[in-house]
Structure formats: C-alpha cells, structure tokens
C-alpha cells in the first residue's frame, strides 16, 4: 500500500491538521517511507495469536461509582485561551 | 572541598546527614551551576531558582527537626513532560504555549513528599518523539561529551535529552525522565550516565503528559547505578489515580547493590546482533559478557525471533496511540489558539502551528493506520506481533534465565543536525532497535554505561529483566558497573 497526494490531504484532514501544498508534497515521500518500513509485519504469522490489548496481566482497578473530585471550575478554566464565567469559548458552531 | 555537584545522591545525602552540608548551599551550587551554564547545553527550559532555594530551606528546617526524606534536600531537574503545578509544563511543544498546571504529577508529588528539591524543568523533544532532542520547540541539547580533539557539538540522545546532559554536566544531582520506545535508555547510553525503565505500571503515569499510553512509562536518570536506585524508589508508586498502576509493595532497591550474580542465568539474544553493527559495540557486548562470567554469572545463548519486528511494530502502535492523546490539543481548553473562520479551521490552524514536523508525522501516521480500511491490516496486526514479541521474553524467562544482556544502542552520540537522518526519519528510528522491544512487552531495562568507544564517547549496555524485577536489574548493572568504572566528561565549559 502507497500513500498519494489525495491521501495525505484527506489523512490531515482527519487529523485536524492544516498542510499547505508544500507540506502535504513532501509529507507523501516521508509517510511512504515510514509505511514502507512497517509493511515488514505483514510477513509475520499471527494466525491464532491474540492482539494485545494489556502488557501486564492484571485487572483494572475499579471504583464506586461516586464523585471523588470537584468544585474547581475555576482551575479547569484557568489555562484556557479563551473563557467567558467560566466556560470555554469557541468560534459559533450552531448558526 | 570538593565541588558540590560533584557529588552523588548518595554522596550528599551523606553530608547533609553528618551536617557537613546544607541543603541551601547544595541547591546554591546547582542554580548557580545552570547560571553558568545552562547557556552552553540548553538543558534547562525553564528554571526556578527560587522555588528550589525556597525548598531547599523548608528541607534543612524538617531536617533540623528530625525529619529526615530518602531524597531530603536533594536537588533534581524535572522533564517537562511531568505536571508540576504552577510551573512551565509544555512537553517541550508550542501547541501547549504557557500552560501552568493546577495539579502536581504523582511522580514528583512523591520526590516532594520524599524531601527533593526542584531546580527546574528539563528540555526533551516534542512530546517525547525523537531521538536526539532536536525535535524540542525549544531548541536542541547540546551533550556535554565531545569526541577527542574534535570541537562538533553531539546529541545527547533523546527523548529525555535534558535530562541526561543536565545530569552528565553536574546541573542537577538527579532527574527524572520517561521512555516510550528508548527515552531513557538511549540518552542514558549517550551521556555515559545510568538510566532505568521500570517496568510498565511501576511509576503512575497520572500527571505525565501522554505520549502513548501502552508504552510510556518514567524513570530516573542518575549519576550511578546506585542514585537510579534511590530515585527509582522514591519515584515509584501505588497510585489509585492511574488504574495501570500495579498494586505491588516497591522494594527497596538500594539493598539489592552489591548481591551476588554468582550463579545467575544472563541471556545473549542472537537477534540483537544487527547488520552494519559497529565493531566497538560488539566488542563491548563481548566486554560486557566477560565482566558478567568473572563475577561468576553463567551465560546463555537465547533466541527473542521477533525481534526485527519491534521497531515497525512500535512505529505503528506508538503514533496510533499518539494521534488520539494528541487529539485534546484543540485550542480550545489550555495552551496555544490560532483563530480561524469557523471552529474546524481553528483547530487546522492552531495544530498547525503549535505541533513540529515530527510530532505531524507521527500523528499522521497514527490517523492512517486507524483509519477505515486500514485498521486490520496494521494496528491489529501490529497488537497481535506485539504479544510474539512478548511471548519470546517469557519463553526465555521460562526456560530460566534471569536477565538478558543487549547493547544499549547501535553508536555512540551522533552530531548535531545530521544530514542523512535529517532525510530520512526512519534512520532516526532505528536508534531504538535495542531498546524498543523492552517498551512492546512492558518489561523494565537498564542502561548503564560500560565503556569508551575510540572517539572517546561513552556507550551503554542494556539490561533486560523479568516484570517487576528491577531489583535483579540494580543488582546486575552495580556488578557492570564496578567492573567498568564510571565516565565522566572532560570539563570544557
């Protein structure tokens, strides 16, 4: 598999990432170059092998459900760009 | 008298416990050392000097009134990757423009707790992506190693770049560090100074900026093998915060220097002996090996058959697993804003300009190889290698070997600004190919140094142990250690 123009452009776009052309050029050599390099794995055999899905066997630590934390709106807040009492302030989404 | 930071950790805590010396003047000798010459080496981000002298302070007091911490007025620099409230915390990236914590990370809460001092926090690369430190908004380190009779400036290896060349240059007696893929271990290699990735879930990742969450784990960089002990322990935790944080008593890792390795099964995996390895890392592994067997360890050939399928293994999961942590980097709740027309193009804009190029790329990647169509073919084909990978170390482990023994990294420190891997991004990456494995199957590795290859710059071999096991790590390492003395730099600042 190869990584095109269109791709890296729609693969940015995904990623909320703003590529000028210049960018988006040179991005297909270098992702190419990456996706070349893991493209090895698929040689492995992995037929009945499990995916990983924790590296040390062990339960996850569960809780109650009950509010440990809170009123602290103003911390939450305090290294915002942008706030307003204490909400978060964002361009108009809904018109 | 000696220098100050001269000393050790455990060299200080000596002094300072027969009131030779105070934690006030120990801490003044650090800030004035990084005055001096924090300049020269680009360590430090931020530093806070008066929040040490503060601290310093508030140490000998507790000490005068017989409180005494494993680490009472010991002064350490901080990565910042680490949150410490109300100061600089930026994971070396612009997107996290001026943001100043309300909380404190687990790990340094417990240095605190334990009687450390704070000198500052410690230039990395962008999100703990690279290699060589010169992916850091904020400029790259530079290693206080050069090679002889030349004046080019050297990497001091990466992601913890900061923190190897502070604790190689004296500007700090300890620091701490994190590694997702080499981060400790390789910059360890690079500055001939010890560092320790415990095993996954030894340290609490609450507070540390995420990188990728299955892999990134934070451990000490020290002078010895003897400081990384007792700043392992300290650093180490239970933390109900983290819910991978494994519920076992820390053991006292100190204890375990000086144990004997008679008897003990170290294994060589053949794997590890790549193409166009240099012959000075060989012939140090060789070294290794000799100075294990004389201490009376018996030597073992072992096969890990995976092992070339770590690094594009890893290369998968690790930026897969960066592009949704990076995902809350928005402008919208802390850190750096561009605006834009409408809220989509505010986040384009403002993640265009607050991530580097590398810190792109690997988001990148991530977005692609999650993407519809996509998945099966790399991310579960890369967790499914991943548990191969796992499954070579515990059949070695199983057939009765205590410890592996590696190279810690294929060079020694490289230049700054290297054009070939400036090219090609994946020959930065296989600087990892030793150390990479370890991060896969969330077991704990040790790099300490072993020798000088024939520029005169330090190399590291790797130490690789069972889970949760560090002790037998500290108890190996100590052994390398005595045989091959320590390394430090010539003074030329």
Same mark, same amino acid.
């Not at chain 1, 899905?53 to 040390?56: D, K, R, W």
């Given at each position: 598999m190869s990584v095109d123009l269109a791709t890296v452009k729609r693969v940015a776009r995904l990623a909320r990432i703003a590529v000028s052309e210049e960018d988006a050029n040179r991005m297909v050599g270098e992702l190419n170059g990456i996706i070349d390099f893991v493209e090895q794995l698929s040689e492995v055999d992995v037929t009945g092998v499990e995916p990983m =899905?924790?590296? =040390?066997p062990m339960d996850m630590r569960k809780r109650q459900d009950a509010v440990t934390d809170g009123d602290k709106a103003d911390d939450i807040v305090a290294n915002a760009p942008v706030t307003d009492r204490n909400f978060f302030l964002v361009p108009k989404v809904v018109e | 008298m000696t220098e100050l930071t001269s000393l050790t950790i455990a060299e200080a805590r000596e002094k300072l416990g027969t009131k030779e010396i105070t934690a006030v003047e120990l801490t003044k000798a650090y800030v004035d050392a990084i005055d001096a010459f924090n300049g020269t080496f680009n360590a430090y981000i931020t530093t806070t000097p008066e929040k040490a002298m503060e601290m310093a302070k508030a140490s000998d007091e507790r000490r005068a009134s017989g409180k005494v911490g494993a680490l009472e007025g010991i002064p350490l620099g901080i990565k910042d990757l680490f949150a410490t409230e109300g100061v600089h915390t930026q994971a070396a990236s612009h997107i996290l423009d001026g943001f100043k914590p309300k909380y404190e990370s687990t790990v340094t809460q417990n240095l605190w707790d334990d009687g450390a001092v704070m000198l500052g926090k410690l230039n990395m690369d962008e999100f703990a992506m690279g290699s060589s430190n010169e992916t850091s908004f904020y400029g790259p380190v530079i290693n206080p190693w050069k090679a002889e009779g030349s004046n080019q400036q050297l990497v001091p290896g990466g992601s913890s770049g900061g923190s190897a060349a502070a604790v190689a240059a004296h500007l700090c007696a300890g620091a701490t560090a994190t590694d997702t893929g080499g981060s400790i271990r390789q910059p360890a290699a690079f500055t001939g100074t010890v560092g320790i990735k415990p095993t996954y879930g030894r340290c609490s990742r609450w507070g540390t900026v995420a990188f990728a969450s299955s892999l990134d784990q934070a451990g000490p960089i020290a002078r010895d093998v003897r400081d990384a002990a007792i700043m392992l322990k300290s650093m180490a935790s239970v933390d109900k915060k983290d819910t991978t944080s494994v519920d076992l008593p820390i053991p006292d890792y100190e204890a375990a220097l000086g144990q004997s390795v008679k008897g003990m099964k170290i294994g060589i995996p053949k794997e590890y002996r790549v193409d166009n390895m240099p012959e000075e890392i060989e012939a140090l592994w060789q070294q290794g090996i000799a100075f294990l067997k004389d201490a009376g360890a018996e030597i073992v050939d072992i096969t890990l058959p995976h092992t070339k399928y770590a690094l594009p293994a890893y290369y998968i999961v690790a930026p897969a697993e960066a592009s949704s942590n990076l995902a809350r980097y928005d402008g919208v709740r802390y850190g750096l804003r561009v605006d834009g027309k409408d809220i989509a193009d505010m986040y384009e804009k403002t993640r265009a300009a607050g991530f580097g190029t590398e810190v792109k790329r690997r988001i990148m990647i991530g977005t692609y190889v999650l993407s519809a169509g996509y998945y099966d073919a790399y991310y579960l084909q890369a967790q499914k290698v991943r548990t191969l990978i796992k499954r070579d170390f515990e059949l070695a482990f199983h057939a009765g070997v205590d410890a592996i023994l590696t190279p810690a990294t294929p060079s020694s420190a490289f230049g700054i600004a290297d054009e070939n891997l400036a090219a090609d991004p994946v020959a930065m990456y296989l600087n990892d190919i030793f150390t990479v494995t370890v991060n896969m199957a969330g077991l704990p590795g040790i790099a300490v140094p072993a020798g000088l290859d024939k520029k005169g710059l330090p190399l590291g071999l790797q130490l690789i142990g069972k889970p949760f096991e560090e002790e037998t790590l500290f108890r190996t390492a100590y052994v390398i250690e005595q045989a091959a003395g320590k390394f430090t730099p010539a003074k030329w600042w």
């Open positions: =899905t924790s590296v =040390t | -």
